[in-house]
Every structure is written in C-alpha cells, then in structure tokens.
C-alpha cells in the first residue's frame, strides 16, 4: 500500500515486519509497520478505508520513532517520506550516541 516506503527502508538497511488489524468497532482497517536497523522498535501506523469504487484511501499515518511520546501524524505518503529523509538518520544517531553513553557510564 506504502510502496515509496517500503522501497524507501529498504535501500536505506530497514528491516520491517506488517501486520493487519481489523478493529471491532470501526470501519477503518489498520496495517502496522514495525521497523529499525537491529531491533524493530520503530512503527508506522496505517489507518485506511474503502471508496464505493473499492479503493482503498489513506485516512491518517501515524509515525512513532523509538522512544517518541507523541506520534507524528501524515495525511499523505509523501509528507511521510519527507520526514523520514530528513529526520531518520539524525534519530539513528541519536540513538547510538545515547547508548555509547549508557555503555561508558555501567563501566
């Protein structure tokens, strides 16, 4: 469904895992895309419904890097990717700096 994305992870050496959700109480679908380098702790959040036509429409994608208490939200897979260039490697390397410290500070 995210195709740009996916190709997008995995030219970048993202690994990812989809699962489907169908809730009970709405009619909206929802697919999670967990990914990251080593372990899978970053999730993207795919709410999605049907046109009369059969279509499927993009209603809200939700972006959650490790550790974020507030996730971003997309309309569009195009701002989603915006993002990701931008922001994604600066995360990563925030994330190894932070536990380098961790490292040197338990020796």
Do not use: C
Request: aromatic share 12%; charged share 30%.
């Amino acid at each position: 469904m995210i195709d740009k994305t996916k190709e997008f992870l995995r030219d970048n050496g993202y690994y990812y895992k989809k699962t489907y959700i169908r809730p009970l109480m709405t009619p909206d679908n929802v697919y999670v895309f967990r990914f990251g380098k080593d372990k899978l702790d970053n999730r993207i959040i795919l709410r999605y419904g049907h046109g009369w036509t059969g279509r499927q429409r993009i209603k809200e994608i939700d972006l959650r890097l490790h550790k974020q208490k507030h996730p971003r939200v997309f309309k569009t897979e195009n701002g989603l990717l915006k993002y990701l260039q931008g922001h994604l490697s600066q995360h990563e390397e925030k994330i190894t700096e932070s536990n380098h410290e961790t490292n040197h500070a338990s020796l």
